[in-house]
């Protein structure tokens, strides 16, 4: 089993920054993709970036050139450094695992095995 906890999230004015870890615990291997997810009310999970196994890493076109992920595998984390918030970015922000060693980046939660909790994130206009 493996537990997920994100931390990090807050409210922030627009065109600041925040910055999201999710620690990793319990059966962990190097061989998973990290991804983030974020769900504003009413709306459906949607996908925002992930890096895969081998270092690879996709973003949302809304979140290209603001947002940035990273992993440290030693310590089984994944960071999502967000900068030049939006009000449109307010969201409850989700990290995930999927074990695999596939290429491609994943953005369906679907392919996903492991949620954490989530974080509020909140940008004031």
């Known amino acids: 089993q493996v537990r997920l906890v994100e931390s990090g999230g807050g409210l922030v004015q627009a065109g600041g920054s925040l910055r999201l870890s999710c620690a990793a615990s319990?059966?962990?291997?190097?061989?998973?993709?990290m991804g983030w997810f974020r769900q504003a009310p009413g709306k459906e999970r949607e996908f925002v970036t992930a890096?895969?196994?081998?270092?690879?890493?996709g973003y949302a076109d809304s979140v290209k050139g603001r947002f940035t992920i990273s992993r440290d595998n030693a310590k089984n984390t994944v960071y999502l450094q967000m900068n030049s918030l939006k009000p449109e970015d307010t969201a409850v922000y989700y990290c995930?695992?999927?074990?695999?060693?596939?290429?491609?980046?994943?953005?369906?939660?679907?392919?996903?095995?492991?949620w954490g909790q989530g974080t509020q994130v909140t940008v004031s206009s």
């Open positions: 995930a695992l999927a074990y695999g060693t596939t290429t491609v980046i994943i953005t369906s939660p679907r392919f996903y095995d492991y």
């Open positions: 319990g059966r962990t291997f190097s061989s998973y993709a």
């Open positions: 890096i895969n196994w081998s270092g690879s890493i």
